[in-house]
């Protein structure tokens, strides 16, 4: 499996301020996925970051809101723009295609957890 | 529209007893995943079931698939305090190369 990283792994932000999240992985892969999860909750994909093409969103999910980066194989950004409570969460980045199995395995990071005040 | 059903979605157990978590949907599925998240971490990758039937051990804990690919279980033995955590089954109906994730299942296990 891989190391995958997040940062920063917690912070504290003012509303209407964008926070940008990073993740990086030690390996090359394909598929990287960006999540949003309220403590003791499940997982809410946000978005798939393509690599060389913008970022897939899900229902719900904008990219003036949500910006993606996928500069290369091994790390991408997520933005949280004009933040507002409501975005309090913790934002979790996921890898596939490291398994070399071709079952949908995905690896996490360790996530973000964002309060907003 | 929640096309994967968890249950129960919270559990609080003494250590020793046995556990069966559910995952059922609608739809089918060619591979189901079981994570398990502690508080603080992501989600690590527990077991992956591919086939209709297929039984996996992973110590304690047992995995299975049903039949129709439809369903799948988690059985915990002998349940530990190491054991607690969030529970999240996660498959892909579409083939589209996204997750879906159940619930989640809250499991506490008292010393």
């Known amino acids: 499996s891989a190391v995958i990283s997040q940062k920063p792994s917690r912070d504290i932000c003012q509303r209407g301020t964008s926070l940008t999240i990073q993740c990086q992985v030690d390996?090359?892969?394909?598929?990287m996925f960006w999540y949003r999860q309220q403590p003791g909750q499940s997982l809410t994909l946000i978005a798939t970051?393509?690599?060389?093409?913008?970022?897939?969103?899900e229902s719900g999910f904008v990219i003036d809101k949500f910006p993606i980066s996928r500069p290369n194989l091994t790390f991408s950004t997520l933005t949280v723009s004009n933040m507002s409570p409501e975005d309090s969460s913790i934002y979790l980045c996921?890898?596939?295609?490291?398994?070399?199995?071709?079952?949908?395995?995905?690896?996490f990071g360790p996530g973000t957890r964002l309060t907003v005040l | 529209t929640q096309l994967l059903e968890q249950s129960p979605q919270f559990l609080s157990i003494q250590e020793g007893e046995n556990l069966t978590v559910y995952c059922n949907s609608s739809?089918?599925?060619?591979?189901l995943q079981w994570y398990r998240q502690e508080p603080g971490e992501g989600p690590v990758l527990l077991v992956t079931?591919?086939?209709?039937?297929e039984v996996k051990k992973l110590k304690r804990l047992t995995f299975q698939f049903g039949d129709a690919r439809k369903d799948s279980s988690l059985h915990i033995t002998a349940a530990q305090p190491g054991d607690t955590g969030l529970y999240l089954c996660?498959?892909?109906?579409?083939?589209?190369?996204?997750?879906?994730f159940g619930q989640g299942t809250t499991l506490q296990v008292k010393p």
């Open positions: 970051a393509n690599q060389g093409s913008e970022a897939t969103y």
């Open positions: 390996s090359q892969v394909t598929m």
């Open positions: 079931v591919v086939t209709g039937g």
């Open positions: 996921s890898v596939e295609g490291i398994s070399g199995r071709d079952y949908n395995e995905q690896f």
């Open positions: 739809s089918v599925f060619s591979s």
């Open positions: 996660a498959g892909d109906p579409g083939n589209t190369g996204k997750l879906i």
